[in-house]
C-alpha cells in the first residue's frame, strides 16, 4: 500500500518483482522528457498530493532496491498528479490510451490514478 507499507517520499518499483518497464519504438516525449527509441524503466517517489516519476536506463535488473548503484542509470524525472478513485482498483494496470504515436499511459490501483503524457517525436 503507498504511503503506508510502501512510505511516502521513498522510490518505489511501481509494480511486484520485476521493475516496470517501458518500450519505445520510436524517439518520444514521455511526461516532458525527451527520450530515444529504447526501453526503460520506470519507478516513482511518491509523495501526498504529487508523485515523481523517474525514468530509468537500466532494464536488466531485478525490481528492488531503488539504490545508488540503480539509481546512477536515472534518464530523468517528471512530476504527475494523483486523483482519487472513487472504488477501490483491486489490480495494478497501465492502459495507454490514444491513437499508437500519443496519448498517455494510465496507472490505475488501490485508489490511485495518474496519466503519463506520451507523444512520438
Known sequence: MVGGQDPFGLPWRMGANEPTTLHLPFPATVGGLT????????????????????????????????????RRYDVGNFTVTPSTLADHEETLTFQFEGNGTSGELVYTWETTSFRIPIARR
Open 35 to 70: 527520450l530515444e527509441a529504447a526501453s526503460y524503466t520506470l519507478y516513482a517517489i511518491p509523495q501526498d498530493g504529487s508523485w515523481t516519476i523517474v525514468v530509468n536506463s537500466n532494464t536488466n535488473r531485478w525490481g528492488i532496491p531503488l539504490s545508488p548503484d540503480v
